[in-house]
C-alpha cells in the first residue's frame, strides 16, 4: 500500500497538496486535483481511516464480501451482488466486491485501510468466520443472511421458517397428506445457513399438520439431474401428492421433466408449491406456486441498515426478516380421490 509521501512525488506535488487534493478541505486547481486523484489509485494509495475520520469525510464505497467457491451457485449469488450494487448506487455508494475465499482476509485488508465505511457479507454460513471479525472492527457490518452465532450483529434475511411454514400450509390446506421435500445439493446443508432452515421447518410443520413426508437433496455439490429425478420418482412411488421444492432452476427443470414423463399433471395429479425460489419461475415450462426469494428485498434493507450504522454507531442491532410473499399460478389443488 503506497504512502501518502510517494504520491506526492509521483504526482510533483507537496504532502499537503495531496491531502488538500484528497480531502477537498482547500481549494486546488482541478488539473492538480485529477493528477493527484490519478496517482493515488495507481499507486493503490487510501487515506488512513483515523485521518479520515477526524476531517468527517466518507469514502462512499461499501465493501461487499461474497468468496466464489466452487459450489457456488453463480447466479443466485450474482443476483445479489448486482442488487446490493443497485441498492448502493441509490445513495451514491459504490461497491467494492471481495472475492477471496478466504473471506476473513478481505474484510481485514478494507478495514485495515480505512478504504470502506460499511461491509455488507453475502454467503452466510451457519458457523461464518467472518462473525468474529465483525464483532473486532469498528466499521459497520450487515450480513444479508443468518449466522447461527448472531449475538450483536445486524443480520437481514428472508424469513426462511415462514416460507416454509406457508408452504406446509398450503399443501395441507387442500387436503394432502403426504409431501416431499426436494432440497438443495448436499453440501449446501454443512456450508450455508437458509437450507437447513427450510428443512427443518418443513418437518415440523408437517408433523404439527399431521403431514406424512420425506426428504431428499438434489445431488451432492451441484444439481444431479439423476439424483433430482430418482427423488421425484420415489416420492410418487411412496404416495405423496405434493412436492415442496427448495433449489435452483436446474433442479426445478428436472422435477418438471420427471413429471411429464410420468404423465402427472401439476395442480391436477400432484401439487408443487417452489419455497425460497431465487429466479425467474415465470419461465419454466409450467407455472408453479413460488414463495420467492427477493434479492432487492434483503438488499435494500441491509444498506438501509448500514447507512443507519454509519450515521449512528451504537443504534441497537438484531436480525431483519423479509416477510415472505405467496405467488400462485393454480399448481397446488386437491389430492384426486382414488
Known amino acids: 500500500m503506497a504512502r501518502i509521501d510517494e504520491v506526492a512525488a509521483a504526482a510533483g506535488v507537496s504532502i499537503s497538496t495531496v491531502s488538500y487534493a484528497l ?12 493528477r493527484v486523484i490519478e496517482v493515488a489509485r495507481r499507486l493503490g494509495y487510501a487515506p488512513n481511516a483515523g485521518a479520515r475520520m477526524l476531517a468527517g469525510r466518507l469514502t462512499h464505497i461499501f465493501a461487499l464480501t461474497e468468496p466464489l467457491r466452487r459450489e457456488t451457485h453463480a447466479p443466485t449469488h450474482m443476483s445479489f451482488v448486482l442488487a446490493a450494487a443497485v441498492a ?20 481485514r485488508r478494507v478495514t485495515a485501510s480505512g478504504l470502506v465505511d460499511a461491509i455488507l457479507v453475502l454467503d452466510v454460513a451457519p458457523d461464518d468466520e467472518r462473525v468474529a471479525i465483525a464483532r473486532s472492527i469498528a466499521t459497520p457490518t450487515v450480513f444479508i443472511g443468518i449466522p447461527d452465532d448472531h449475538e450483536g ?62 426428504f431428499a437433496t438434489s445431488g451432492e455439490v451441484v444439481t444431479d439431474a439423476d439424483a433430482v429425478r430418482t427423488a421425484v420418482i420415489d416420492a410418487l412411488d411412496s404416495g405423496a401428492t405434493a412436492l415442496l421444492l427448495h433449489g435452483v432452476d436446474d433442479m426445478h427443470a428436472v ?46 434493507l441491509a444498506v438501509d441498515l448500514a447507512l443507519a450504522r454509519i450515521d449512528d454507531p451504537r443504534r441497537e442491532t438484531g436480525i431483519h426478516l423479509v416477510a415472505p410473499e405467496y405467488r400462485d399460478a393454480g399448481s397446488v389443488a386437491p389430492p384426486l380421490q382414488d
Do not use: W
Open 23 to 34: 480531502s477537498g478541505k482547500r481549494p486546488i486547481s482541478p488539473d492538480t486535483r485529477r
Open 88 to 107: 448502493a448506487r441509490r445513495h451514491d455508494y459504490d461497491i467494492l466486491l471481495l472475492t477471496d475465499q478466504q473471506a476473513s482476509d478481505g474484510m
Open 153 to 214: 450483529l445486524d443480520c437481514v434475511d428472508l424469513d426462511f421458517e415462514a416460507a416454509a411454514r406457508l408452504a406446509v400450509d398450503r399443501v395441507a390446506d387442500a387436503g394432502h397428506t403426504r409431501v416431499a421435500l426436494l432440497g438443495q445439493p448436499a453440501t449446501t446443508y454443512r456450508l450455508s445457513n437458509f437450507p437447513p432452515r427450510v428443512r427443518r421447518t418443513v418437518a415440523q410443520r408437517a408433523d404439527e399438520r399431521g403431514l406424512r413426508h420425506t
Open 255 to 300: 422435477v418438471l421433466a420427471t413429471l411429464a414423463e410420468r404423465v402427472r399433471r401439476i395442480g391436477v395429479d400432484v401439487s408443487i408449491v417452489s419455497i425460497a425460489a431465487s429466479f425467474d419461475t415465470t419461465k419454466l415450462p409450467t407455472q408453479i406456486d413460488t414463495i420467492p426469494l427477493i434479492p432487492e428485498a434483503s438488499c435494500d
